[in-house]
């Protein structure tokens, strides 16, 4: 299991066509840094998707993408 500590929700919305490394540029550019234990969440512009960002605290990332239906895993190094 995933320890998240703090869910962090972004004001702008994000391109869901964007990639890991995308997303995580975003973090990094507002936070200076992806935290240990962090969620990081980001909507589309029509507010029905959603995409996370979790930092695992051993510098992998899980990302994955949720729309109304449900959640489905897209990746994870």
Same mark, same amino acid.
Not at 3 to 8: C, E, K, S, V
Not at 38 to 64: E, I, P
């Given at each position: 299991? !995933?320890? !998240?500590?703090? !869910? ?5 919305? !994000?391109?869901?066509? @964007? ?19 962090? @969620?990081?969440?980001? @909507? ?14 051993? @510098? ?18």
């Amino acid at each position: 299991m !995933i320890r !998240i500590d703090q !869910i962090w929700l972004a004001v702008e919305p !994000i391109d869901m066509r @964007a990639g890991t490394e995308t997303v995580l540029a975003r973090v990094v550019q507002v936070f200076g840094a992806a935290q240990p234990h962090h @969620a990081y969440l980001f @909507a589309n512009k029509r507010g029905n998707r959603l995409k996370v960002l979790v930092h695992d605290g051993l @510098a992998r990332k899980f990302h994955q993408q949720a729309d109304r239906l449900g959640l489905q895993r897209l990746s994870s190094s």
